[in-house]
């Protein structure tokens, strides 16, 4: 059974950071990208960024291109997530995902992150 767990939110002052973690477990070795999607409330889930995991290779979402960092630890099976310069607007819940296919396979439960102005 596979697990994603997101760790790190909470409340912040605009232009301050927070790092979520993404701890997988379970059937974990045909992942070949995981990625970092978030929600603000009324809003559609959005992607953020993702990485692919055997090459390093990074995406980011424009509006967090220069602020964001995905990296991931594979001996650690974690994903991570800087985020630098938070704006009120980005105030959401941010979920963790992994795909091993052409979908985005499974989701953690998602942590919350308060940016206040």
């Known amino acids: 059974q596979v697990q994603l767990v997101e760790s790190g939110g909470g409340l912040v002052q605009a232009g301050g950071s927070l790092r979520l973690s993404c701890a997988t477990s379970?059937?974990?070795?045909?992942?070949?990208?995981m990625g970092w999607f978030r929600q603000a409330p009324g809003q559609e889930r959005e992607f953020v960024a993702n990485?692919?995991?055997?090459?390093?290779?990074?995406t980011y979402a424009d509006s967090v291109k220069g602020r964001f960092t995905i990296s991931s630890d594979n001996a650690k099976n974690t994903v991570y997530l800087q985020m630098n310069r938070l704006k009120p607007e980005e105030t959401g819940v941010y979920y963790c995902?992994?795909?091993?296919?052409?979908?985005?396979?499974?989701w953690g439960q998602g942590t919350q992150v308060n940016v206040s102005s």
């Open positions: 995902a992994a795909r091993n296919g052409d979908h985005w396979n499974y």
């Open positions: 379970g059937r974990t070795f045909n992942f070949y990208a």
């Open positions: 990485i692919m995991l055997s090459t390093g290779w990074t």
